[in-house]
């Protein structure tokens, strides 16, 4: 069934959102729509599958109301009596604009962000006008907010639902990324897909591909960092013959024979700058020319490219171009990390977990349990975890202690000697986590010495700026570093200073990103966020490597 739920926040803004309530996951829509500041609408014919489960949350009886009715009156919430306690309501009137005159000065003025949750149910047609409305029929609650707007406008999009069952989630980061996906779809500019490794850049790519309405002539998949630089440009711009060891005969490349078509170029930030420029060329130009030839080929291709590199970064130190940046990112996508929205991971997990075709299911308890690990690799990490269940265990219904059983074995496994004539990997492998917590001390260390004269910096000195242009280019360069140097968390035994290393770096350099202007307020973020975690970070790559000193 389908919950029309309205969310209000602290600020008086109201959010519509669309949920579906299925009995074998009750448990997780029943603790969503019983959160504080949640109105939810429901079919009056649904009442019967829905009421045990509204008993087992213990949601206040206010009763049946006919038209005409004062909401915020009927649902007692004019008195501080059992106010955390969530109610319920039916509601009879059948005339849909009697209901909305009801609804829309409740929702908008009277229900507070701090009020218990309320569910009403409606008679179906009233619900059913609600949800297949035009967009310019809906309610419009936060039209100040673009975003809002976007998601309310689109919401009800064939693609947009479609698109639920693939790239799956509740949360405002997934609806984002779904209607960015039905945007892309309907333009013919680049798109840049960033994020994190493991959170669906390929598949966002594809969905775009497969509901676009342009450059629909083939689709091809370009992994920039699995190819060398030469055989790279061979395979996109294609080669004549003798013009390499290996060239017995001419070949037309991607950009040739997807004309008309998408490529989907992989780990744009692992390119060279030589192949940059020629892609560069080929986007703006649109034109290529094979290697080895002196003739140019006109084509006519949409690229999409993804990374999970920091390419602004990447930018400052004059390792992608930054004219190719702003080429590709005339449409931007961001994905979603699992540690940003954990609320998503049950429905994620319980989708994967289906494919498997095992008669078991995964339980409220081992779902909760899901949501507290931090997934670095995302919904990757997440297949992999619950195909290693069946692969291990059999069909079984997977609870904590098997996860914790795998993980065990796995880092055993790494702990594991592996002894030969000339070397032991884990005395390697202890050496390399050794080495590289002490550089990563090292850099924090020069960036610290960096950042002295921004810090004691006054407010009002403009004098120095072009010394500031050369500290923030020097610090973004070592931050790269650290970022490099912490893309496996196997060389960090204690994933919490994995974590905090992660959350520094990414603190500071959004903070300097915006120098600068943003100077007067960096001293005091340095003082009471910074500098603490700083100490810490040094506090425990010492007791990692000399081991907790008793005091």
Same mark, same amino acid.
């Given at each position: 069934?389908?919950?029309?739920?309205?969310?209000?926040?602290?600020?008086?803004?109201?959010?519509?959102?669309?949920?579906?309530?299925?009995?074998?996951?009750?448990?997780?829509?029943?603790?969503?729509?019983?959160?504080?500041?949640?109105?939810?609408?429901?079919?009056?014919?649904?009442?019967?599958?829905?009421?045990?489960?509204?008993?087992?949350?213990?949601?206040?009886?206010?009763?049946?109301?006919?038209?005409?009715?004062?909401?915020?009156?009927?649902?007692?919430?004019?008195?501080?009596?059992?106010?955390?306690?969530?109610?319920?309501?039916?509601?009879?009137?059948?005339?849909?604009?009697?209901?909305?005159?009801?609804?829309?000065?409740?929702?908008?003025?009277?229900?507070?962000?701090?009020?218990?949750?309320?569910?009403?149910?409606?008679?179906?047609?009233?619900?059913?006008?609600?949800?297949?409305?035009?967009?310019?029929?809906?309610?419009?609650?936060?039209?100040?907010?673009?975003?809002?707007?976007?998601?309310?406008?689109?919401?009800?999009?064939?693609?947009?639902?479609?698109?639920? %069952?693939?790239?799956?989630?509740?949360?405002?980061?997934?609806?984002?990324?779904?209607?960015?996906?039905?945007?892309?779809?309907?333009?013919?500019?680049?798109?840049?897909?960033?994020? %994190?490794?493991?959170?669906?850049?390929?598949?966002?790519?594809?969905?775009?591909?497969?509901?676009?309405?342009?450059?629909?002539?083939?689709?091809?998949?370009?992994?920039?960092?699995?190819?060398?630089?030469?055989? *790279?440009?061979?395979?996109?711009?294609?080669?004549?013959?003798?013009?390499?060891?290996?060239?017995?005969?001419?070949?037309?490349? *991607?950009?040739?024979?997807?004309?008309?078509?998408?490529?989907?170029?992989?780990?744009?930030?692992?390119?060279?700058?030589?192949?940059?420029?020629?892609?560069?060329?080929?986007?703006?130009?649109? %034109?290529?020319?094979?290697?080895?030839?002196?003739?140019?080929?006109?084509?006519?291709?949409?690229?999409?490219?993804?990374?999970?590199?920091?390419?602004?970064?990447?930018?400052?130190?004059?390792?992608?171009?930054?004219?190719?940046?702003?080429? *590709? +990112?005339?449409?931007?996508?961001?994905?979603?990390?699992?540690?940003?929205?954990?609320?998503?991971?049950?429905?994620?997990?319980?989708?994967?977990?289906?494919?498997? +075709?095992?008669?078991?299911?995964?339980?409220?308890?081992?779902?909760?349990?899901?949501?507290?690990?931090?997934?670095?690799?995302?919904?990757?990490?997440?297949?992999?975890?619950?195909?290693?269940?069946?692969?291990?265990?059999?069909?079984?219904?997977?609870?904590?202690?098997?996860?914790?059983?795998?993980?065990?074995?796995?880092?055993?496994?790494?702990?594991?000697?592996?002894?030969?004539?000339? +070397?032991?990997?884990?005395?390697?492998?202890?050496?390399?986590?050794?080495?590289?917590?002490?550089?990563?001390?090292?850099?924090?260390?020069?960036?610290?010495?960096?950042?002295?004269?921004?810090?004691?910096?006054?407010?009002?000195?403009?004098?120095?700026?072009?010394?500031?242009?050369?500290?923030?280019?020097?610090?973004?360069?070592? *931050?790269?570093?650290?970022?490099?140097?912490?893309?496996?968390?196997?060389?960090?035994?204690?994933?919490?200073?994995?974590?905090?290393?992660?959350?520094?770096?990414?603190?500071?350099?959004?903070?300097?990103?915006?120098?600068?202007?943003?100077?007067?307020?960096?001293?005091?973020?340095?003082?009471?966020?910074? %500098?603490?975690?700083?100490?810490?970070?040094?506090?425990?790559?010492?007791?990692?490597?000399?081991?907790?000193?008793?005091?």
């Amino acid at each position: 069934m389908q919950i029309l739920l309205f969310v209000k926040n602290g600020k008086g803004q109201v959010e519509k959102n669309f949920l579906d309530w299925n009995p074998r996951y009750s448990d997780q829509t029943m603790d969503t729509i019983a959160q504080k500041g949640m109105v939810s609408l429901i079919r009056k014919s649904d009442f019967g599958e829905i009421e045990p489960f509204i008993k087992k949350d213990d949601f206040m009886n206010c009763g049946i109301r006919k038209d005409k009715i004062e909401l915020f009156r009927a649902l007692k919430l004019d008195t501080k009596k059992e106010h955390n306690v969530p109610r319920r309501i039916i509601v009879n009137t059948v005339t849909p604009g009697a209901f909305k005159r009801s609804f829309a000065p409740f929702i908008n003025k009277r229900f507070q962000f701090s009020d218990p949750s309320c569910m009403l149910f409606v008679p179906d047609v009233i619900l059913e006008s609600l949800i297949h409305a035009t967009p310019e029929k809906l309610l419009r609650f936060n039209d100040k907010d673009p975003i809002s707007s976007l998601l309310l406008e689109i919401s009800q999009e064939e693609t947009v639902q479609k698109l639920r %069952e693939v790239y799956l989630g509740e949360s405002p980061g997934a609806r984002l990324t779904r209607a960015m996906i039905f945007k892309a779809s309907k333009s013919k500019s680049p798109v840049m897909i960033l994020g %994190e490794s493991g959170t669906g850049k390929d598949l966002i790519a594809r969905q775009i591909y497969k509901y676009s309405l342009y450059y629909k002539k083939g689709f091809q998949v370009v992994n920039c960092s699995a190819l060398q630089e030469t055989l *790279l440009e061979s395979e996109l711009f294609g080669h004549i013959k003798g013009i390499f060891t290996g060239a017995f005969e001419a070949r037309k490349g *991607l950009f040739v024979d997807t004309n008309g078509g998408t490529i989907f170029l992989d780990e744009i930030g692992d390119l060279s700058l030589a192949n940059q420029a020629k892609i560069l060329h080929a986007v703006d130009h649109q %034109e290529i020319r094979a290697l080895g030839s002196n003739k140019t080929e006109k084509v006519d291709v949409r690229i999409i490219a993804a990374t999970n590199r920091n390419l602004a970064s990447m930018i400052s130190q004059k390792t992608f171009r930054e004219d190719l940046y702003y080429r *590709l +990112n005339t449409f931007t996508i961001l994905t979603t990390s699992l540690r940003e929205y954990p609320e998503d991971i049950p429905s994620i997990a319980t989708s994967l977990w289906s494919k498997f +075709n095992t008669p078991y299911s995964l339980s409220h308890e081992f779902l909760n349990y899901l949501k507290e690990y931090h997934w670095p690799g995302n919904v990757r990490e997440l297949k992999t975890m619950l195909n290693s269940i069946i692969d291990i265990f059999g069909h079984v219904s997977p609870t904590p202690s098997l996860v914790e059983a795998i993980r065990k074995y796995r880092k055993d496994g790494l702990q594991q000697s592996r002894k030969s004539e000339d +070397n032991d990997f884990s005395q390697i492998l202890e050496i390399q986590c050794r080495n590289r917590v002490i550089e990563v001390q090292n850099i924090l260390r020069g960036i610290k010495i960096e950042l002295r004269p921004v810090i004691n910096l006054k407010p009002t000195d403009k004098s120095q700026t072009f010394e500031i242009k050369k500290i923030q280019s020097t610090i973004l360069q070592e *931050l790269n570093r650290v970022e490099d140097l912490c893309r496996e968390p196997i060389f960090f035994k204690d994933l919490l200073l994995f974590d905090n290393i992660k959350r520094f770096r990414y603190i500071l350099e959004k903070s300097i990103s915006q120098w600068p202007g943003s100077i007067p307020l960096f001293s005091e973020l340095w003082h009471q966020d910074l %500098e603490r975690l700083y100490d810490k970070i040094n506090k425990e790559i010492f007791e990692m490597i000399w081991g907790k000193m008793d005091m």
